[in-house]
C-alpha cells in the first residue's frame, strides 16, 4: 500500500516528522494520523478508554473479543468498520465470525457515548482500533522493557493513527475467504497475511493475541481424538492436555469454552509461545506456528523460540504488527462515511 505523498514533511527533526517517516515506512497511509480528532473530538481516547475498561470489569475475555472484532474487520475490505454491519450476507454470518466474533454491544455503547460529544465526526472503524489498542493496555502485564517505533509512545501503549472513514458494505464472500481457519495450514495463514501486506513475524506476533482469551470446542475438537483419521489425538498436542480437553468438549455441544493460554488465561504476556514449545497450543493454527516441516522451512519458528524468551521484543512486535494491520486499505477523504450507528449505513 502506498502512502499519499502530500509532501509536507517538516525538514526537522521533530516528533512529528519521526511518526510520519515511520508510516510512510511501514506502508501507511499518511492521510492517517495520530491527532485527527485532536480538535474535532479532543476527548475521544478518554471516553473509549472508560467504556473499554467497563466492558472489561465486567467481563474480562471482553479484551480479547475486541482485539478479534479489529482483525477481522481489517483482514476483509481493509479497516473500514464492515465486520459491524448487520444483515444475513454481512460479514458477522461468515463462518470465521458466526457464534464466535463477540463485542458488538460494547462496540455500540462506545460509540453512543462518542456521539454524545461528537456527534457525526468519529467512524466506527477508528472505534474498534482504539478499543483494541485499550484492550491490549488494560490486559498487559508490566512496562514495555524497550520501544523500537515512534509510535510507541512508552509503557505498554502507542499512538493509534485515525481518520478512517466507514465502509458501505459488508463482505460474507470475503470474510469466508480472506479469514484464517483454526485448521488451515501455515503456508495458508501466511498467504492470507501476505494478501493484506502482512509477512510472517506479523503471522506470530499477531498470533500472540491468544495469550488472552478463550476458544470453543469446536475450533479444536478435531485433534483430540481420530486426527486426520489416525485413530489418535494430533501428535503435536501435550498427551495430558489432550485428555483434559476431551472430558471437557464431550460433555458439551461444542460450544463449551477454554483458554487458549492454559495458565496465563487473563494476562498479555508471552506464555502463549512458551506453551508452543511444550506442545500446548490449543489450534492447530498455533502449534504449526512452532511443529512440524512448515515451521522448521519458515521463520515462524525462530520467532515463536524469541518470544518466549524476550517478552519485550514480542510486545514491541505485536505493537508494529497492530500499527500495520490496522492501516490495511483505510477509506479516507470523501470515500465511505461516518456511521451514525456502527450496525447500518447511513440513510
Request: glycine letters at 10%.
Given at each position: ?59 474480562t475475555r471482553m479484551a480479547a473479543s ?17 465486520v459491524l454491519l448487520d444483515g444475513s ?36 472503524a477508528d472505534i474498534l482500533a482504539i ?217
Open positions: 500500500m502506498e502512502g499519499s505523498g502530500s509532501g509536507k514533511f517538516s525538514t526537522g527533526y521533530s516528533c512529528l516528522f519521526m511518526i510520519n517517516f515511520l508510516m510512510v515506512c511501514l506502508g501507511v497511509e499518511s492521510a492517517l494520523t495520530t491527532d485527527f480528532y485532536k480538535d474535532s473530538c479532543p476527548n475521544l481516547t478518554t471516553i473509549v478508554r472508560k467504556e473499554v475498561k467497563i466492558a472489561i470489569k465486567a467481563e475486541l482485539i478479534r472484532l479489529h482483525f477481522h474487520d481489517c483482514f476483509v475490505n481493509g479497516c473500514d468498520g464492515s450476507d454481512g460479514e458477522k454470518f461468515a463462518f470465521p465470525n458466526l457464534n464466535s466474533a463477540r463485542g458488538y454491544e460494547v462496540v455500540d455503547t462506545i460509540k453512543s457515548s462518542v456521539e454524545s460529544n461528537c456527534p457525526g465526526v468519529v467512524s466506527c478499543a483494541a489498542r485499550d484492550s491490549f493496555l488494560l490486559s498487559v502485564g508490566r512496562p514495555m522493557i524497550f520501544r523500537r517505533n515512534p509510535l510507541q509512545s512508552g509503557g505498554n501503549t502507542w499512538k493509534v493513527p485515525l481518520g478512517r472513514r466507514d465502509g458501505l458494505v459488508a463482505n460474507q464472500t470475503g470474510a469466508n475467504s480472506g479469514l484464517p481457519f483454526p485448521t488451515d495450514s501455515l503456508a495458508t495463514i501466511s498467504q492470507k497475511f501476505a494478501n493484506v501486506g502482512l509477512n510472517e513475524t506479523d503471522v506470530v506476533s499477531l498470533s500472540g493475541a491468544h495469550t488472552i482469551g478463550l476458544a470453543r470446542c469446536t475450533t479444536f475438537s478435531n485433534r483430540l481424538s481420530n486426527f486426520s483419521g489416525t485413530g489418535s489425538p494430533d501428535s503435536t498436542m501435550d498427551s495430558e492436555m489432550a485428555s483434559d480437553l476431551l472430558e471437557l468438549c464431550q460433555a458439551g455441544d461444542g460450544n463449551t469454552t477454554t483458554s487458549l493460554d492454559q495458565n496465563s488465561t487473563d494476562l498479555f504476556d508471552n506464555h502463549y509461545f512458551k506453551n508452543l514449545l511444550n506442545g500446548k497450543g490449543l489450534l492447530s493454527s498455533d502449534q504449526i506456528l512452532y511443529t512440524g516441516d512448515e515451521a522448521a522451512n519458515s521463520t515462524t519458528k525462530s520467532l515463536v523460540e524469541s518470544y518466549s524468551s524476550d517478552s519485550g521484543l514480542f510486545l514491541s512486535d505485536f505493537i508494529n504488527s497492530m500499527i500495520k494491520m490496522g492501516n490495511i486499505s483505510p477509506l479516507t477523504g470523501n470515500d465511505g462515511e461516518i456511521r451514525k450507528n456502527c450496525r447500518v449505513v447511513n440513510s
